[in-house]
């Protein structure tokens, strides 16, 4: 070996050894004092964006594609590519990264395994569902562009990052939709040509042919449902400030008094609402029995299920069966902490009263509590009960316990 082949293999070897021991900092300044083109691999055939995938470090992650290391590079020896390594590591933002620098979702390992299903044979729930819900951004930019006689596009172009990541969105739970629907900036205030743009992809989706996503296509038709019908709010809420507009001109009054309701909450405020004791919240699931009812592929394999398992005795919670039909079924449930307003994973801020709820954040308790309320003050005169018998016994141990418990409890912001 020359003096310089080997000083470049030295050089490799300790960019290997920086990313294994996630040492941010000292691979930067290696990178940056030396030349060196990044897409090199081990003796196993590992790339060092391979490694970096595998530790599940995006930052690393971020300093190599800067690098201009290439995303689908594959000579690893069982033919995984940095995408099989990112969902092994249960990153689901890194995920998205890789794919926003056009990871290939298809590519295929020695034993036939897409990186979202050995995601899935791991237990990365997060990881199979940001792969399965990923368009590429072209998707979108197609309606920004006139096409054939239009004389301007569907999407004005300025909605198209807010759009892309409304439909990227993962969890499906109609409240959190409406709320991502609320946050993605300009969507609210073009509604009509959002919901044209989605029936449209709703079609295109269908008529790829062998490339056809039934997922995606039902995802489309799902969220134009949403779109329509806070748009239905949105209308309604506009005749009614005109309609008072008018009175107050009739009696002469000019007072500027906006409706203090948004449409988003309205809707949100229906869909929680359950009026009987049963717990089911009567609106939602019957509006989206019919979401599920209208989606127009009827031939479709996700239709014929979806309706099989709400026509069965005794089936789930509509907002279950769309979520399971869009991201699969959960293995594990039981450890999983779920808001209670709008269904996100890992909500761990509980009601400070009763703590027999959780939430993501004070939106999620805001908006149930007017729900939450009654039930809340029922439970928390149940605890304050059952804590009284407690002091009773003065069993010490017990004592200790529940001020741990109430600790652990508390709604820290
Ligand atoms: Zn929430
Ligand atoms: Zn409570």
Known sequence: MTPATESVKQLEKEIFTRITKNEVAELKSLLAANKIKIDFVDENGMSPLQHACYKGNKEIVQMLLDQGADVNLCQHEHAYTALHFAALSGNAELCHLLMSYGAKLTATNSVGRTPAQMAAFVGNHNCVATINNYIPKADIDYYIKPQGLQTEPLLPPHL??????????????????????????????????????????????????????????????YLSCIVSEVLKCQKRQEARRAEK???????????????????????????????????IPEYQEAYLREVV??????????????????????????????????????????????????GEDKATKKCSKCKAVQYCDRECQRLHWSLHKKECARVNAANVIGSNSKVADNDKADIADAVRNEIGNLFIK
Do not use: W
């Open 160 to 221: 198209a990052d807010s759009l892309h990541k409304f439909i990227m969105q993962v969890n499906v739970h109609p409240v959190r939709v409406a709320m991502t629907l609320q946050r993605c900036t300009g969507l609210l205030d073009n509604l009509p040509k959002i919901q044209k743009v989605l029936e449209l992809m709703r079609q295109r989706e269908m008529t790829r042919g062998a490339d056809t996503n039934e997922i995606m296509a039902f995802k489309y038709h």
């Open 245 to 279: 507009i008018e009175i107050e001109k009739q009696v002469n009054i000019n007072k500027e008094e906006k409706s203090k309701t948004d449409p988003v909450e309205l809707f949100i405020r229906a869909l929680l609402k359950c009026s009987k004791s049963d717990g």
């Open 293 to 342: 009812r209208e989606f127009p592929f009827r031939e479709s394999t996700i239709f014929r299920q979806m309706v099989a398992t709400l026509a069965g005795t005794d089936p789930p919670l509509a907002v279950s069966v769309v979520a399971a039909a869009i991201n699969g079924q959960r293995g594990f449930s039981d450890n999983l902490q779920i808001c209670v307003t709008c």
